[in-house]
C-alpha cells in the first residue's frame, strides 16, 4: 500500500501571502496525484488532479507541481475562503486503489 | 453536473450491520468510478474501495478487505456500501465520491455526496 505523507501538519499564514502544502509518496505515483479542500462540516472539494490540473471552477491562484512521489500545492495569494484543511490523494487507474494523505491545516496567522 | 444524495444517519450497536446508500443523478452513473470514503470524527480522510457499475466489481483497501461490501445497481443509478461486525471505531461520516471514468481514467473525486454518519454505540 502507498503511503502519503502531508507536511507540515499545520501552516500559519497570513492573508494574501503564499501557501507552500507538499506531499510525499511512498513509492511514485506518477502524476496521478490528487488535491482536496474541505471546510468544517462539508464534504471534500476536488481541488487539482493529474498532480497540475485544476478542476472545474477553481481559481487560477491554485497550482499543483509535481511527480513521482514528490508534489507541492501552491495557493498565491490567500483569500480568507482558503483557510481549510487541505488533503492530497494518490490513485491507481485500474485496479482502483487510492490512498489519502493526513492532511495540512491551513490557519490564519 | 452529477449529484449524489446519500441515506440517513444511522445509530448501530457493535456487532451488527449498516448499509449505506448513495443514489446518482444528473450524470453516466454506470460508467462512473465510484467511491467510498470515510471520516472518523476529527481525523483524516480514509479510501474504503471502489467501483465502477458497468463492471460490477469492487475493489478494496487492504484494511477493509472481508469487511466492507461495494455494490451498484444500475437499474436505479444508486450504490452501496455495507460494513458488517461494527465496532466503534468504525463511528465515522461515510461519504461517496464519484469521477467520471469515461471522460478521463482516474479515481480522484469530482462530485460527492453529503455525507453519512454512522455511530456504533451499544
Known amino acids: 500500500e502507498i503511503v502519503m505523507t502531508q507536511s507540515p501538519a499545520t501552516l500559519s499564514v497570513s492573508p494574501g501571502e503564499r501557501a507552500t502544502l507538499s506531499c510525499r509518496a511512498s513509492q511514485s505515483v506518477s502524476s496521478n496525484l490528487a488535491w482536496y479542500q474541505q471546510k468544517p462540516g462539508q464534504a471534500p472539494r476536488l481541488l487539482i488532479y493529474g498532480a497540475s490540473t485544476r478542476a472545474t471552477g477553481i481559481p487560477a491562484r491554485f497550482s499543483g507541481s509535481g511527480s513521482g512521489t514528490e508534489f507541492t500545492l501552491t495557493i498565491s495569494s490567500l483569500q480568507s475562503e482558503d483557510f481549510a484543511v487541505y488533503y492530497c490523494q494518490q490513485y491507481n487507474n485500474w485496479p482502483p486503489m487510492c490512498s489519502f494523505g493526513q492532511g495540512t491545516k491551513l490557519e490564519i496567522k | 453536473q452529477v449529484q449524489l444524495v446519500q441515506s440517513g444517519a444511522e445509530v448501530k450497536k457493535p456487532g451488527s450491520s449498516v448499509k449505506v446508500s448513495c443514489k446518482a443523478s444528473g450524470g453516466t452513473f454506470s460508467n462512473s468510478a465510484i467511491s467510498w470514503v470515510r471520516q472518523a470524527p476529527g481525523q483524516g480522510l480514509e479510501w474504503m474501495g471502489g467501483i465502477v457499475p458497468i463492471f460490477g466489481t469492487a475493489n478494496y483497501a487492504q484494511k477493509f478487505q472481508g469487511r466492507v461490501t461495494i455494490t451498484a445497481d444500475e437499474s436505479t443509478s444508486t450504490a452501496y456500501m455495507e460494513v458488517s461486525s461494527l465496532r466503534s471505531e468504525d463511528t465515522a461520516v461515510y461519504y461517496c465520491?464519484?469521477?467520471?471514468?469515461?471522460?478521463?481514467?482516474?479515481?480522484?473525486?469530482?462530485?460527492w455526496g453529503q455525507g453519512t454518519l454512522v455511530t456504533v454505540s451499544s
Open positions: 465520491a464519484a469521477h467520471d471514468s469515461s471522460a478521463s481514467p482516474g479515481w480522484y473525486c469530482d462530485y
